[in-house]
């Protein structure tokens, strides 16, 4: 428990926190700033054998750091598990970069898309932006769950 002097034994730790970097990172060893672990584009930390991502992680990217979004991490997250398990096995680690596909806000039951990817219209909201925003959770329920469930689940966005 991060809260007392006991330790956890383990042999694979996922860190995965809320919106800001957590108060217990401060605690650690490992460089950070402002609660948040600083990561190469590999997910390396100053520790070899830490890796970080997500809003927990200022990932280093080319145009700055990586935007502690949902987006971003569900993105790092396929590469950040196969870096571990290169770093288990003595192999190379793969570089990640940040694709920004737009942004979705949702606030009750209204939404709002801005710089989606391949939409020639730059901000739009109602139906269109509600739709967007029940297909991004739907494809997000997909992946975990499955198809099934996700389509279980749409009329419920």
């Known amino acids: 428990h991060f809260e007392s002097d006991a330790t956890l034994d383990h042999d694979v730790f996922v860190w995965a926190g809320g919106i800001t970097g957590r108060d217990a990172m401060n605690g650690t060893d490992l460089d950070n ?3 948040r672990v600083n990561a190469e584009a590999t997910f390396e930390t100053s520790d070899d054998r830490v890796f970080a991502l997500g809003d927990s992680a200022i990932v280093d990217q080319p145009e700055g750091p990586c935007p502690p979004t949902a987006q971003a991490a569900w993105q790092a997250a396929e590469v950040a598990g196969e870096n571990v398990a290169r770093a288990l096995h003595g192999q190379p680690l793969t570089t990640w970069t940040h694709e920004d596909k737009g ?13 989606v990817v391949n939409v020639p219209i730059n901000t739009f909201g109602g ?12 494809r997000w329920i997909r992946d975990i769950a499955g198809s099934s469930q996700a389509a279980r689940a749409w009329p419920d966005m």
């Open 103 to 115: 942004t979705l806000v949702s606030v009750g039951e209204k939404a709002v898309a801005h710089d």
């Open 127 to 138: 139906p269109a932006a509600k739709f967007l925003k029940k297909a991004v959770a739907a």
């Open 33 to 35: 700033e402002h609660n």
